[in-house]
C-alpha cells in the first residue's frame, strides 16, 4: 500500500502514473482530496480540544487551591469531552475510507518502464538463451505429461477442483527435483537464504503485499477464531511481510515481475510449492538487485 504522505504530496504523478496503466484516476482515488481534508481538519481539531481541556484541568487546581468556584470550568471540560470523544469518531471514520483508497491503488510504474496499450506494444529489454528448433510438431507440457502418465489434470479436477494436479512417479520426482535444485543452486552458488515460512497468514500481510482487497474473491480463506487467516498464492507473501523485524531499517524486497498471460497447464496451478527467488536491500538498490534477482 502507498504512503499516504506521498499520495498527498503527489497527487498529480499519482493520477498520470494511473493513467499509464490505463486507469481511471477519479474512480481508483474517488474523492481522496475530500476525505484527507476532513480526516486532518478533524485531527486538528480533536488536538486542539485537547490542548484547552489540558489548561482547564492547570486552571482547575489553581480554582480549587483558591477555593474558587469551578462550575463553569467543570462544565466547559464536561462539553469539550462530549466534543473530542465525536471529533475522534470522525477521524477514525476518514481514516479507515483513506486506508480503503489507498488499499485499491496498485504500484506505480517505474519512470523506465514503457507505456503501452497492449502485449504488442511491450519492449525485450533482454534474451538469454536461443529457443530450441524442432523438426516436429512440439507437445504442450500438459499433453506431454499426460501422454507419459506423470501428470494428471483430470483426477485433480474431481477431487480437489480446476487449476490443480496430481503427480505420478517421474512427475513428482521431477517437481521435488526442480525444486531442491532451485534452492541448492542460489543458496550456494549466489548468497541467497533459504526460508520456510508459513503457508498460512493473517489478512494484514495480504493487505501488505496487495493481494486485499483487490483479489479476495480469488483468494483461499480459512475461518479462525474471530479473525480469519488465507492460504498464501505465493511464498512471496510471508517473506515480503517478514522486513520489519527481520531485515535492517529502510530494508525493502524485491521480486522479479511476473507475467499476467492466462497460461494452461501447471504454470497458473493452486499450489505452495513454487519457489520464488528475491532479494532485499535498500530502496536506491532495487533496480540492481532487480536485474540479478
Same mark, same amino acid.
Given at each position: 500500500?502507498?504512503?499516504?504522505?506521498?499520495?498527498?504530496?503527489?497527487? #498529480?504523478?499519482?493520477?498520470?502514473? /494511473?493513467?499509464?496503466? *490505463?486507469?481511471? $484516476?477519479?474512480?481508483?482515488?474517488?474523492?481522496?482530496?475530500?476525505?484527507?481534508?476532513?480526516?486532518?481538519?478533524? !485531527?486538528?481539531?480533536?488536538?486542539?480540544?485537547?490542548?484547552?481541556?489540558?489548561?482547564?484541568?492547570?486552571?482547575?487546581?489553581?480554582?480549587?487551591?483558591?477555593?474558587?468556584?469551578?462550575?463553569?470550568?467543570?462544565?466547559?471540560?464536561?462539553?469539550?469531552?462530549?466534543?473530542?470523544?465525536?471529533?475522534?469518531?470522525?477521524?477514525?471514520?476518514?481514516?479507515?475510507?483513506?486506508?480503503?483508497?489507498?488499499?485499491?491503488?496498485?504500484?506505480? +510504474?517505474?519512470?523506465?518502464? +514503457?507505456?503501452?496499450?497492449?502485449?504488442?506494444?511491450?519492449?525485450?529489454?533482454?534474451?538469454?538463451?536461443?529457443?530450441?528448433?524442432?523438426?516436429?510438431?512440439?507437445?504442450?507440457?500438459?499433453?506431454?505429461? @499426460?501422454? /507419459?502418465?506423470?501428470? %494428471?489434470?483430470?483426477?485433480?479436477?474431481? !477431487?480437489?477442483?480446476?487449476?490443480?494436479?496430481?503427480?505420478?512417479?517421474?512427475?513428482?520426482?521431477?517437481?521435488?527435483? /526442480?525444486?531442491?535444485?532451485? /534452492? %541448492?543452486?542460489?543458496?550456494?552458488?549466489?548468497?541467497?537464504?533459504?526460508?520456510? +515460512?508459513?503457508?498460512?497468514?493473517?489478512?494484514?500481510?495480504?493487505? *501488505?503485499?496487495?493481494?486485499?482487497?483487490?483479489? @479476495?474473491? %480469488?483468494?483461499?480463506?480459512?475461518?479462525?477464531?474471530?479473525?480469519?487467516?488465507?492460504?498464501?498464492?505465493?511464498?512471496?507473501? $510471508?517473506?515480503?511481510?517478514?522486513?520489519?523485524?527481520?531485515?535492517?531499517?529502510?530494508?525493502?524486497?524485491?521480486?522479479?515481475?511476473?507475467?499476467?498471460? +492466462?497460461?494452461?497447464?501447471?504454470?497458473?496451478?493452486?499450489?505452495?510449492?513454487?519457489? #520464488?527467488?528475491?532479494?532485499?536491500?535498500?530502496?536506491?538498490?532495487?533496480?540492481? !538487485?532487480?536485474?540479478?534477482?
Amino acid at each position: 500500500m502507498l504512503d499516504l504522505a506521498f499520495v498527498r504530496n503527489n497527487l #498529480p504523478l499519482v493520477e498520470e502514473k /494511473l493513467r499509464q496503466r *490505463g486507469m481511471d $484516476p477519479s474512480t481508483v482515488l474517488k474523492d481522496f482530496r475530500a476525505v484527507d481534508r476532513e480526516r486532518r481538519a478533524a !485531527i486538528t481539531e480533536t488536538e486542539t480540544m485537547k490542548a484547552r481541556r489540558t489548561k482547564l484541568i492547570e486552571e482547575l487546581q489553581r480554582l480549587r487551591g483558591e477555593k474558587q468556584d469551578t462550575a463553569a470550568n467543570l462544565q466547559e471540560q464536561k462539553e469539550l469531552k462530549e466534543k473530542i470523544a465525536g471529533a475522534e469518531k470522525h477521524a477514525t471514520e476518514y481514516d479507515a475510507q483513506l486506508r480503503e483508497i489507498l488499499a485499491g491503488i496498485p504500484n506505480l +510504474p517505474d519512470p523506465t518502464v +514503457p507505456v503501452g496499450r497492449g502485449a504488442d506494444e511491450n519492449v525485450e529489454v533482454r534474451r538469454w538463451g536461443r529457443p530450441p528448433q524442432f523438426d516436429f510438431l512440439p507437445k504442450p507440457h500438459w499433453e506431454l505429461g @499426460e501422454s /507419459l502418465g506423470i501428470l %494428471d489434470l483430470e483426477r485433480a479436477a474431481k !477431487i480437489a477442483g480446476a487449476r490443480f494436479a496430481v503427480y505420478w512417479q517421474l512427475g513428482a520426482r521431477l517437481e521435488r527435483a /526442480l525444486m531442491n535444485f532451485m /534452492l %541448492d543452486l542460489h543458496t550456494r552458488e549466489h548468497g541467497y537464504t533459504e526460508v520456510l +515460512p508459513p503457508l498460512m497468514v493473517n489478512a494484514a500481510s495480504m493487505y *501488505g503485499t496487495g493481494q486485499l482487497p483487490k483479489f @479476495e474473491a %480469488d483468494l483461499f480463506k480459512v475461518p479462525h477464531g474471530e479473525n480469519n487467516l488465507y492460504l498464501i498464492p505465493t511464498a512471496e507473501v $510471508p517473506v515480503t511481510n517478514l522486513p520489519p523485524s527481520h531485515f535492517a531499517d529502510r530494508v525493502h524486497p524485491v521480486f522479479p515481475q511476473r507475467g499476467r498471460i +492466462p497460461w494452461q497447464g501447471r504454470s497458473r496451478h493452486h499450489s505452495p510449492a513454487p519457489i #520464488p527467488k528475491g532479494g532485499a536491500g535498500q530502496v536506491h538498490q532495487a533496480r540492481a !538487485i532487480l536485474r540479478t534477482a
